[in-house]
């Protein structure tokens, strides 16, 4: 079974653009390439690991006192996780992802971080452990991991290179239940 959306037809999407681009493009793909990676070797769907490491910080807001990124700001008051899965459960539906993989993709990126959850601890799925741990792996001290600069053209050849290895890793181990 053929995807349904790909990598770049969400990349290419203008809310993912404005959204994922404010909160670090460069990030939101090496997060992708990295749940992708660690999705092999667990065993979860490559697809809709990397589609949520995409998606994951969809929902960011940019906190800033006078003109400057506060951080701690945003440690105290971020619920990006909450916003976000929505966000991107609202797109991939309208982009024609299959809906139980919608939701799939959006409760990973809704558990991808503890940062606004009350303290406890919760059971995570393969999936969501997978879009938790590549996004902690790509972490820099102070958000900076946010700010780290691609180009269009870069990016959208990494996006397009990793639709390439999905799709080969799919075909390749027959797998039926595809987005």
Same mark, same amino acid.
């Not at 998606?55 to 701690?72: A, F």
């Not at 440690?75 to 799939?104: C, F, M, P, T």
């Given at each position: 079974?053929?995807?349904?959306?790909?990598?770049?037809?969400? #990349?290419?999407?203008?809310?993912?653009?404005?959204?994922?681009?404010?909160?670090?493009?460069?990030?939101?793909?090496?997060?992708?390439?990295?749940? #992708?990676?660690?999705?092999?070797?667990?065993?979860?769907?490559?697809?809709?690991?990397?589609?949520?490491?995409?998606?994951?910080?969809?929902?960011?807001?940019?906190?800033?006192?006078?003109?400057?990124?506060?951080?701690?700001?945003?440690?105290?008051?971020?619920?990006?996780?909450?916003?976000?899965?929505?966000?991107?459960?609202?797109?991939?539906?309208?982009?024609?992802?299959?809906?139980?993989?919608?939701?799939?993709?959006? +409760?990973?990126? +809704?558990?991808?971080?503890?940062?606004?959850?009350?303290?406890?601890?919760?059971?995570?799925?393969?999936?969501?452990?997978?879009?938790?741990?590549?996004?902690?792996?790509?972490?820099?001290?102070?958000?900076?991991?946010?700010?780290?600069?691609?180009?269009?053209?870069?990016?959208?050849?990494?996006?397009?290179?990793?639709?390439?290895?999905?799709?080969?890793?799919?075909?390749?181990?027959?797998?039926?239940?595809?987005?």
């Amino acid at each position: 079974m053929a995807r349904k959306v790909t990598l770049e037809t969400l #990349f290419r999407h203008p809310i993912v653009q404005k959204y994922v681009g404010r909160s670090g493009m460069d990030h939101a793909i090496t997060v992708a390439e990295k749940a #992708f990676n660690i999705a092999i070797k667990s065993g979860v769907n490559p697809d809709l690991a990397a589609k949520a490491g995409l998606l994951h910080d969809i929902g960011h807001y940019q906190w800033y006192t006078n003109g400057k990124w506060d951080y701690q700001m945003y440690k105290q008051n971020d619920i990006h996780a909450i916003k976000g899965a929505a966000r991107a459960h609202k797109l991939l539906v309208r982009s024609g992802e299959d809906l139980e993989n919608a939701k799939e993709i959006a +409760l990973a990126i +809704l558990l991808h971080t503890d940062s606004y959850l009350p303290e406890g601890s919760l059971e995570l799925t393969p999936l969501q452990k997978v879009v938790a741990e590549a996004d902690t792996d790509d972490e820099e001290p102070g958000g900076k991991h946010h700010y780290r600069q691609i180009d269009q053209r870069t990016a959208l050849a990494r996006i397009q290179m990793l639709d390439k290895k999905i799709e080969r890793h799919l075909e390749y181990n027959n797998l039926g239940k595809t987005s």
